[in-house]
Nanobody
Framework: QVQLVESGGGLVQAGESLRLSCAAS????????MGWYRQAPGKQRELVAR???????YYADSVKGRFTISRRNARNTVYLQMNSLKPEDTAVYYC?????????WGQGTQVTVSS
């Protein structure tokens, strides 16, 4: 059974940084893609960043230049380095991992940025 476990969320002030981690277990091959979504209260879940096959990377416009996604394929781990955090980055952040036939989600980690 595949499980994704996120860590690294917390409460910070605007302008500070956080690093989220997501580690997968129960899988013996690499995912096609791993990424991060977030969901703020009253809003839809949105894609923040994704690292796909071949090293392709996507960032939402709202985080370009501030967030960096990285992967360690051998360990099926993905990170999200978040710098210059803003109050509007406050949300629950979810890790997603995708294979050819399935996608998997972590339980989410809360990120709160105070002004």
């Amino acid at each position: 059974q595949v499980q994704l476990v996120e860590s690294g969320g917390g409460l910070v002030q605007a302008g500070e940084s956080l690093r989220l981690s997501c580690a997968a277990s129960g899988i013996i091959f690499s995912f096609n893609a791993m990424g991060w979504y977030r969901q703020a209260p009253g809003k839809q879940r949105e894609l923040v960043a994704r690292n796909g096959s071949g090293g392709t990377v996507y960032y939402a416009d709202s985080v370009k230049g501030r967030f960096t996604i990285s992967r360690r394929n051998a360990r099926n781990t993905v990170y999200l380095q978040m710098n210059s955090l803003k109050p509007e980055d406050t949300a629950v952040y979810y890790c997603q991992a995708v294979t050819y036939s399935s996608d998997y989600w972590g339980q989410g980690t809360q990120v709160t940025v105070s002004s």
